[in-house]
């Protein structure tokens, strides 16, 4: 049974976009617009380049900023600043959800590729601010972005975690393979699966998935 999977697991690790809130809020599509006009504006490409230029960096480094800051030494704070300046009206409270991450035995964080006010900022909006231990971004990972084993690494070191009883939660499946190697569980939040051999389970439905744990 799943439950009994999960049984050993006393830290709970939940990245942050398209995971604690639904992908039909389409929050990250405000980030992406941002983020490419970003790269128009520092690089001066036009915007069919700078698409063609994030794609590379997301490909090659991980993260738009990744690229931005190994293939240009681009400071990361006014980028980060910058494309984290979106509204949340479009996200809604969920009490249920929150009622389960609250129901989770042991400690719980929020780990993201985004900064942690952002992420501050999505937990209120989705009523999950006060549920969670720690609240991690990608500048408690030195500018690392998942899915660099290091930057998990520096992450979870800070934190104290011990991986071989954790969980993580995460939509992209590329940012699970680090975390199945350190030993946790893995679960894939997302509409549909993806068959990856670091991929333990799936859910279209991370509430409910969390319910059939205290079931």
């Known amino acids: 049974m799943t439950r009994d999977a999960f ?4 830290a709970w690790v939940f990245d942050l976009d398209n995971t604690l809130y639904p992908p039909e809020a389409r929050l990250f599509d405000h980030i992406e617009v941002r983020m490419t006009a970003w790269v128009m504006q520092v690089l001066g490409v036009d915007q069919p380049e700078a698409d063609r230029l994030r794609l590379h960096y997301w490909q090659t480094h ?5 690229g931005l800051m190994r293939e240009h030494d681009v400071d990361p704070d ?4 910058d494309v984290h300046d979106i509204p949340m ?15 989770l035995p042991g400690r719980r964080i929020v780990y ?22 720690a609240v991690y971004g990608v500048e408690h990972a ?14 979870f070191a800070h934190d104290g975690i011990t ?17 199945h190697a350190m030993g946790m569980r893995t679960v894939h939040v997302a509409p549909e699966p993806v068959a990856q051999a670091h991929i333990e389970y799936h859910t279209d439905d991370l509430s409910r998935f969390l319910g059939a744990l205290r079931d």
Do not use: Q, W
């Open 7 to 10: 049984s050993h697991v006393d």
């Open 112 to 133: 993201t590729n985004g900064t942690a006010p952002y992420a501050e900022r999505v937990l209120a909006a989705r009523g999950l601010s006060n549920l969670f231990d």
């Open 78 to 81: 006014p980028y980060l600043l």
């Open 62 to 66: 991980g993260t738009t900023l990744a």
């Open 163 to 179: 991986t071989a009883r954790a969980a993580m939660f995460e939509d992209d499946p590329r940012n699970l393979a680090a975390p």
């Open 89 to 103: 009206d479009s996200l809604t409270p969920d009490a249920t959800l929150a009622a389960r991450i609250r129901a």
């Open 142 to 155: 030195g500018f690392l972005p998942k899915p660099d084993r290091a930057a998990f690494d520096r992450v």
